[in-house]
């Protein structure tokens, strides 16, 4: 196999990883949780954050190093649509992750996080699953030369 197509299941294994844990989040991060829920969330949180980060290094290095040429991506409004997708589903998920880190500290002395602040935080969740939806159309779109 080419170094493109590594690169390929790497980044789609990685994408679907940050799906996982947005979908895992919107479990976790319900009305009612505990103190002894709140050290999950934050765990699942970080996990999202090492993805994130992995696709976009994945995504760039395939840019860069793929078997496309970067004229293919960087001229491409499609791909650019996908970046912005992916960089609002970013953008939004700081919200979520400021609240855990204050809910993991309250968490310390025993206290859940409020109603208002959960529910805060699933809308934010839901935002980011709504958006990254988008990504996986664009990807599918911009793969087939559409916008070129």
Request: aromatic share 10%; glycine share 8%; proline share 4%.
């Amino acid at each position: 196999m080419t170094t493109d197509a590594w690169l390929a299941i790497a980044h789609h294994l990685a994408v679907f990883g940050v799906l996982a844990v947005l979908a895992t989040e919107w479990a976790l991060v319900r009305p009612g949780i505990g103190a002894a829920d709140v050290d999950r969330i934050a765990r699942v949180d970080a996990a999202y954050g090492v993805l994130a980060a992995v696709v976009l290094v994945v995504g760039f290095t395939r840019v860069f190093a793929g078997d496309k040429p970067t004229d293919f991506y960087f001229e491409n409004p499609v791909f650019w649509a996908k970046i912005a997708a992916f960089a609002v589903v970013g953008l939004v998920s700081i919200g979520p992750t400021l609240r855990y880190v204050r809910w993991r500290r309250a968490a310390a002395g025993g206290t859940g996080p409020a109603a208002e602040e959960v529910v805060a935080a699933r809308r934010a969740i839901a935002i980011e699953l709504a958006v990254f939806a988008l990504i996986p159309a664009l990807a599918a779109v911009m793969a087939r030369g559409i916008g070129l």
